[in-house]
């Protein structure tokens, strides 16, 4: 499968309307699905793409300090 029809297998997918985007109705389900992938292609590669977000990347013992048990 080549990279483009990954790509359109992924729009076509998400082509399908939520139940809230189906509420307000959509002129051109694909090429929303395009431009909501592309966003989130950008903001994947790039995570400052998004300011307003905090994605943080840590791993379990990055996360909590370990507590020794009193004796």
Not at 1 to 5: G, I, L, V
Not at 27 to 40: C, G, H, M, V
């Given at each position: ?5 990954s ?65």
């Open positions: 499968m080549t990279d483009e029809q790509d359109q297998n992924r729009v076509e997918s998400r082509a399908h309307l939520l139940p809230e985007e189906a509420a307000v109705g959509s002129d051109d389900p694909e090429a929303q699905a395009a431009a909501i992938l592309t966003e989130s292609d950008i903001r994947t590669a790039d995570q400052n793409a998004a300011p307003d977000t905090v994605l943080e990347r840590r791993t379990s013992d990055q996360t909590v300090a370990a507590v020794e048990p009193p004796d």
